[in-house]
């Protein structure tokens, strides 16, 4: 099975402040038809799993810009330019190329 | 586009369940339609997949024991899970994706399932 890595397990951060998540995956993220696909998602507290990012930089429908996804290959990054109260929950990084589809196993971003 | 779960509870070991979700916005035919479910306290697992063409993929941890179903006529996705364990016990959510490779685009607000005696 693809192992997605994510670091850090946990992240405190400052309202207005940057904060930044990576994910690692074991096998390259690289499809057939050559581009790459890294997923991302939000889940609040107590609420279900939503989309942020597909094929490592594009943001869903409704997604504010302060979000970005980067990365290549095997190794992802995650961005929030100024994280807001609403940010907080786990976020979790998805592969969708090699099956079983695998999840990353989330990180926590809170507020300090 | 909504998915509306249901068929959660509590059941023993070795016991069967079916969990039904309920689709409207879309037809569940022509989506990649996934089981994705969340241990208490912990993170995603994937469970099982039914492509638009019917193909069927399932994770080796309910090979065998687990079968996902639609019902075009219905609208309605389903997972039929048989000899359940402890370890099954999660909150089930229904997703849809266009494809498998980008992930899911809409989930549904998921239900408990607990097996315990």
């Known amino acids: 099975d693809v192992v997605m890595t994510q670091s850090p397990l946990s992240l405190p951060v400052t309202l207005g402040q940057p904060a930044s998540i990576s994910c690692r995956s074991s096998q390259s993220l690289v499809y057939g038809d050559g581009n790459t696909y890294l997923n991302w998602f939000h889940q609040r507290p107590g609420q279900s799993p939503r989309r942020l990012i597909y094929k490592v930089s594009s943001r869903d429908s409704g997604v504010p810009d302060r979000f970005s996804g980067s990365g290549s290959g095997t190794d992802f990054t995650l961005k929030i330019s100024r994280v807001e109260a609403e940010d907080v929950g786990i976020y979790y990084c998805m592969q969708g190329i090699h099956w079983p589809l695998t999840f990353g196993g989330g990180t926590k971003v809170e507020i300090k | 586009v909504q998915l509306v779960e249901s068929g959660g509870g509590l059941i023993q070991p070795g016991g069967s369940l079916r969990l039904s979700c309920a689709a409207s916005g879309f037809s569940v035919s022509t989506f990649y339609m996934s089981w994705v479910r969340q241990a208490p306290g912990k993170g995603l697992e994937w469970v099982s997949v039914i492509y638009s063409g019917g193909t069927t993929k399932y994770a080796d941890s309910v090979k065998g024991r687990f079968t996902i179903s639609r019902d075009n006529s219905k609208n309605t996705l389903y997972l039929q899970m048989n000899s359940l364990r402890a370890e099954d016990t999660a909150v089930y959510y229904c997703?849809?994706?266009?494809?498998?490779?980008?992930?899911?685009?809409?989930w549904g607000q998921g239900t408990l399932v607990t097996v315990s005696s």
């Open positions: 997703a849809r994706a266009v494809a498998t490779i980008i992930g899911p685009d809409y």
